[in-house]
């Protein structure tokens, strides 16, 4: 899906079997790194702050505050402001152009339009009821009316068609008539596709607040499920309705207002995607960038490839050509070695689900509301032991602790030392070495007198390791 998102400047959420394609062309020369327009990501070791977003240096996401907007941006604003609050209030914002007749057509239908000239004059004499609500996204464009989020939406128009105003407005007109004939303003209501759940789904913020979206392309090795969303055109056009649908769904998570989150972030899984011999997913992948490239502009903030095959990269030469330059500096890819340090380098770690390195697990709700358990970093130089202490004065209290290594590939234990000196350490878990493979570390202890939980991280590389943890303590009753 990340494909429609390109063209449109991101803004697809779910952009599970587009993204497919699109991705490859962003990505082609970045197997593990983010890619963004040919910036090299840093090195794992030289970050130090994994909870702040980075940007690249060809795409930066624009402030929506006035104050913010340099002189040609304002005007062009206003100008688009001003077209817009006409074209309402004259009830032309969905009266399409009539092509062109020729001569001969134009005499055939001479009479029939002197026959309804009658009823047209008529009608023209009646007065017009003028639509004052047209809204998108929840947000009223009438101008006049003041909203707030109005400037938000038409600055993503404007920025889609850099900020020329006759270019903004046609597209505007032209999404909002879709929108009008395709019941787009409904389609939140409507059970489409309910197979196609487990291919994309939202799932916690950024470092700046912007909701993900996780696309798993995976799902689609499954034959049975690739035929059931690509099998013919009818379910072609399903599958693209509810794409539009899921599209819809992340817009409601949006604040669309100056100072709010009014993007999303993508997280486009390859892991197990069917390659380019798919006929099927290209046809889909073409036909989502063709509908959704000027309907949703500016709605992703950034799209993140993770787990990306070799074929992605072939891939390049094909969709490059439907892609801006301002879609493609906001591409990111990574290897699936890379997958948590390129995640953390958006996402902050406890967002980040725990299949993708993470401590985000379903229905978990260990550390939430609680008194401690803000996440800490601690750096481990190469060949030496670090330990992390938790401290426990309180007899029956339960402490909780998730923790990961970025790498990993350490030797690792747990234990408990009590704070008498004549009790026995407690070996909680018995050390072991955790390879690349390995997922975060959840466990939890009760303990029966004062002391301290000691976990003990030696570092088996020749290069300095990352460690992410977090820990609280439940009180006995």
């Known amino acids: 899906m990340t494909v429609e998102v390109v063209k449109a400047e991101e803004t697809q959420v779910a952009e599970v079997v587009v993204g497919v394609e699109e991705e490859t062309k962003k990505v082609t020369n970045e197997s593990e790194q983010v890619v963004e327009v040919g910036e ?98 929840g947000v009223p464009l009438l101008p006049s009316k003041g909203t707030e989020g109005t400037d938000v939406v038409l600055l993503k128009f404007l920025r889609a068609r850099e900020f020329k105003v006759n270019d903004a407005f046609v597209m505007l007109k032209k999404t909002l008539q879709w929108r009008k004939e395709a019941n787009i303003d409904s389609i939140l209501d409507e059970e489409i596709s309910p197979d196609l759940s487990s291919a994309a789904y939202m799932n916690g913020v950024d470092s700046k607040g ?83 490239q000027d309907n949703y502009p500016e709605l992703v903030a950034k799209n993140i490839f993770i787990n990306v095959p070799f074929w992605y990269y072939a891939l390049n030469a094909l969709i490059s050509p439907f892609l801006t330059q301002r879609s493609k500096s906001k591409f990111v890819v990574a290897r699936p070695a890379k997958v948590t340090e390129t995640l953390l380098k958006y996402i902050p770690v406890e967002e980040i689900p725990v299949h993708y390195g993470g401590f985000k697990r379903e229905n978990d709700f260990e550390f939430y509301g609680k008194e401690g358990g803000s996440v800490s970093e601690l750096i481990i130089k190469a060949g030496s032991t670090n330990t992390i202490e938790i401290p426990s004065l309180e007899v029956g209290s339960t402490l909780v602790w998730d923790l990961a290594v970025l790498g990993w590939e350490v030797n690792y234990k747990e234990e408990f030392v009590p704070t008498d000196e004549g009790s026995y350490t407690i070996i909680v878990q018995k050390g072991k070495k955790l390879g690349s493979q390995e997922g975060p570390i959840r466990n939890t202890f009760r303990t029966n007198e004062p002391g301290k939980l000691v976990l003990t991280i030696e570092n088996l590389s020749s290069r300095k390791k990352r460690v992410l943890y977090r820990h609280t303590a439940n009180k006995s009753c």
């Open 40 to 137: 090299k990501v840093k090195e794992l070791d030289d970050e130090s702050k994994p909870k702040i977003i980075e940007k690249s240096s060809s795409y930066k996401e624009e402030s929506n505050f006035l104050s913010d907007l340099k002189e040609l941006e304002r005007k062009a604003l206003n100008d688009l402001k001003a077209k817009l609050e006409e074209a309402i209030l004259g009830n032309n914002i969905y009266k399409k152009e009539e092509p062109k007749k020729t001569e001969e057509e134009a005499k055939e239908g001479e009479e029939k339009e002197k026959e309804k000239e009658e009823e047209i004059v008529a009608r023209e004499c009646e007065e017009e009821k003028v639509d004052t609500d047209i809204s998108i996204w």
């Open 210 to 292: 912007h909701p993900v979206c996780y696309n798993i392309f995976g799902v689609f090795e499954s034959e049975e499920l690739y035929q059931k969303a690509f099998g013919n055109e009818e379910k072609r056009k399903q599958f693209l309705r509810w794409r539009c649908q899921l599209m819809e769904k992340g817009i409601q998570k949006l604040d669309l207002s100056p100072g709010g989150a009014s993007s999303l972030i993508q997280v486009n899984d390859l892991k197990n995607s069917p390659g380019p011999v798919k006929k099927e997913l290209r046809m889909a992948t073409n036909q989502a960038i063709q509908l959704l």
